[in-house]
């Protein structure tokens, strides 16, 4: 049996029994759901209102058509993203500090290291355990995500709505996978234990809430409650010529935004859930085009992750930092 | 003729400006109980270190089983069992699922028959499907022993194997050294404090001080050379002192 998958399994086993694993997992499931529960009840008496609405006007003779809200489920899942995109990240990293700290704390790697094993079998093989876990995890919370808004919201879910639901949740998968492969390379780096950790969570506040929260501060449409240009009614192609006269502004703003892997995520997820508005309703083909860019970014980001890992857990620099 | 199992020549390493280990040349035949005694931070450990290819060379070379450490490190690692100091085992696992993770790792494709035979060879049967968390030291040092073995190695390295242990387990230990070395003609190369068991258990001998070998022999000839009356602890004391 190859040894990348033997060092998996026993990673897969080792989580499933761990209790830290099973609180993170369950504290992020928990608020995913509650999030999706809670917008999908606000879906539904929208919809309830808007039925009874129509229904007062049949029964009152009125033969004017009541204008349809405008609904579209898969929007209830903005809350669960934001979970992913920022306490997703964080518990990635904690496990992928936690599957190499382990190790080296117990001694197990000095056993490891004395095995004929490969030189990538013990990186590629913890990546491999940690993407497996992070792929159940985003299969499941989609899943039960998906039940919620259809039970509780009574959303009507078509096939398309599926598909990109399947695509937000292959790149939420891509996202938990970068953090955990950062985390596994950098403490795989780090002679002390702690440090590891600490420049991790460093890039994380700065990559997933301080560039982003910087980006949107700068960003007029944040300025004030639903946004500045539609609060003083002012028209897109107007709303753009003001823009182009803040070109440089706004250069400097989307160049923060673009620096942060967690909104290359949000920007993709967002748009193929349809949250951000003016992709509501379109095809796949217009979003892959416009989204494309980011798909490639976060793409390419998480392979750098994992070869990071890979190149910082090979036996000679797990040699060097034990010594 | 007897062929050696670890041979040693000028190996050295340094960290920094600090030399751990100077031009140790060393041969242990197959089939000897080699123990290497020496203060806190003269250089065993390092030794083991060095001799199980987890650590580099910074100059010399060392032969274990035929296979060079700076060479052919894969050879050395199909030929060695080894047991740190202090390792603890993945307490989420049973003891069979850490043992079958490491006879894997070593190359045993179906290792469960196997397993059954070390365990039963320990007298460490009936904790099958217990959680390694749960076990004493003396059980752990017993898991420990078991993963060394499970691929039948022609040399185990145990570095500091009494430690922690109480005198029941220091026992255990004693005795299945000691039949490993008999039944199968197994090496052993131990670092040991307790001069008491390295009379017990080991046919050689060496002390290391201060990254320096200055004592290598037989045990009987080591306590032939001096007084009868003098216990492995003076002996030691003389050499070690004199080596200053």
């Not at chain 1, 403490?187 to 929260?213: E, H, K, M, N």
């Not at chain 2, 806190?40 to 290819?53: P, Q, S, W, Y």
């Amino acid at each position: 049996m190859n040894s990348t998958w033997i060092v998996a399994e026993k990673e897969l086993l080792d989580l499933r029994r761990g209790r830290l694993f099973a609180i993170l997992i369950g504290f992020l499931a928990v608020a995913t759901l509650i999030s999706v529960a809670a917008a999908s009840a606000d879906f539904r008496n929208q919809l309830d209102a808007y039925n009874l609405y129509v229904a007062n006007l049949a029964t009152s003779g009125s033969t004017v058509a009541a204008a349809a809200p405008q609904l579209f489920p898969l929007k209830l899942l903005r809350g669960g993203v934001e979970y992913l995109e920022i306490l997703g990240a964080l518990f990635a990293i904690v496990l992928g500090y936690g599957t190499i700290a382990k190790e080296k704390h117990r001694g197990t790697l000095h056993l490891f290291l004395s095995r004929p094993v490969g030189r990538f079998a013990f990186a590629g093989g913890k990546v491999l355990g940690l993407s497996i876990v992070w792929l159940g995890v985003v299969a499941a919370l989609t899943a039960v995500s998906l039940v919620a808004v259809v039970t509780i919201g009574h959303a009507p879910i078509q096939g398309i709505d599926v598909a990109r639901l399947l695509i937000a949740g292959g790149f939420a998968w891509l996202y938990l996978v970068f953090w955990t492969a950062l985390a596994v390379g950098l403490t795989a780096l780090s002679t002390r234990l702690s440090t590891g950790l600490i420049v991790a969570l460093v890039i994380w506040l700065a990559f997933v809430l301080i560039i982003p929260q910087i980006g949107d501060t700068m960003d007029p449409d944040n300025q004030v409650p639903g946004g500045l240009f539609a609060t003083l009614q002012i028209q897109k192609p107007d709303e753009l010529a003001v823009l182009a006269q803040f070109s440089a502004f706004d250069g400097i703003r989307n160049g923060l935004e673009a620096s942060s892997v967690t909104k290359h995520f949000e920007r993709l997820t967002f748009a193929f859930l349809g949250i951000k508005d003016q992709y509501n309703q379109q095809p796949l083909s217009l979003m892959w085009a416009a989204m494309l860019p980011y798909a490639i970014t976060l793409t390419a980001a998480t392979l750098a992750a994992v070869v990071f890992a890979a190149l910082a857990t090979t036996r000679r620099t797990l040699q060097r930092k034990q010594s | 003729m007897t062929t050696s199992a670890i041979s040693t020549a000028a190996l050295t390493r340094s960290f920094g400006a600090h030399q751990a280990l100077s031009d140790l040349t060393l041969d242990v035949p197959q089939g000897e109980v080699f123990g290497l005694l020496g203060h806190n931070g003269a250089g065993k450990t390092t030794t083991v270190n060095l001799l199980t290819t987890l650590l580099e060379p910074t100059a010399g070379d060392a032969m274990i089983n035929g296979h060079s450490v700076k060479t052919d490190a894969a050879g050395v690692r199909q030929s060695i069992g080894y047991l740190p100091e202090n390792v603890q085992f993945y307490d989420n696992l049973t003891l069979l699922e850490n043992l079958r993770f490491f006879a894997r790792l070593s190359g045993l494709r179906r290792p469960d028959a196997r397993i059954r035979d070390v365990l039963t060879f320990l007298d460490f049967t009936g904790h099958d499907n217990q959680r390694v968390g749960t076990f004493s030291k003396g059980m752990r040092q017993r898991v420990g022993i078991a993963q060394a073995v499970l691929h039948a190695p022609a040399v185990l390295f145990l570095d500091e194997p009494t430690s922690g242990l109480d005198p029941e387990g220091v026992r255990t230990l004693r005795e299945t050294i000691v039949r490993l070395n008999h039944e199968f003609g197994m090496t052993i190369f131990m670092n040991t404090h307790l001069l008491s068991e390295v009379t017990k258990t080991c046919t050689s001998i060496g002390i290391l001080n201060h990254g320096r070998l200055v004592h290598h022999d037989s045990m009987s000839n080591t306590l032939a050379a001096f007084p009868a009356d003098e216990s492995l602890e003076d002996i030691y004391f003389q050499l070690d002192s004199a080596a200053v």
